[in-house]
C-alpha cells in the first residue's frame, strides 16, 4: 500500500487547514486509518483514526472538538479537517494504515511521507 499525505502548510494560530491522504495498491490490507504528528525533538504521537468500513473515529484529547478526521471510500482518500489551529500543532504529520487501532506508532504497517504544518503565533 502507498500513502500519499498533502495538504500541509503555513497558517495563522486561529486557522484551518484540511490535510489529505491518499491511498493505492493493496488498500484492502488496511482496515484502519490514521494521522500522526511529530514535532521537532518529540517522538511521533497519535492524532486521529478512522475505519474504513463503519467510518468510526478516535481522537487524541489536545485535537477534539477542533480536528475532524472522515474519509472517502470511493476515492480511498481519508482527510484531516482542522480547525482553531495552535502554535503547538506545529509538526509533521503522517498519515498510516493499519489492522489494529493502536496509539503507537509502532502498530501501524503503513506510512505516508509526511506534510509539514506550521502554526504562526
Known amino acids: 500500500v502507498q500513502l500519499q499525505a498533502s495538504g500541509g502548510g503555513l497558517v495563522q494560530a486561529g486557522g484551518s487547514l484540511r490535510l489529505s491522504c491518499a491511498a493505492s495498491?493493496?488498500?484492502?490490507?488496511?482496515?484502519?486509518m490514521g494521522w500522526f504528528r511529530q514535532a521537532p525533538g518529540k517522538e511521533r504521537e497519535f492524532v486521529a483514526r478512522?475505519?474504513?468500513?463503519?467510518?468510526?473515529?478516535g481522537y487524541t484529547d489536545s485535537v477534539k472538538g477542533r480536528f475532524t478526521i472522515s474519509r472517502d471510500n470511493a476515492k480511498n482518500t481519508v482527510y484531516l479537517q482542522m480547525n482553531s489551529l495552535e502554535p503547538e500543532d506545529t509538526a509533521v504529520y503522517y498519515c498510516?494504515?493499519?489492522?489494529?487501532?493502536?496509539?503507537?506508532?509502532?502498530?501501524?504497517?503503513?506510512w505516508g511521507q509526511g506534510t509539514l504544518v506550521t502554526v504562526s503565533s
Open positions: 498510516a494504515g493499519g489492522c489494529a487501532a493502536s496509539y503507537s506508532a509502532n502498530a501501524w504497517r503503513s
Open positions: 478512522i475505519w474504513w468500513s463503519t467510518g468510526i473515529t
Open positions: 495498491g493493496r488498500t484492502s490490507s488496511n482496515s484502519v
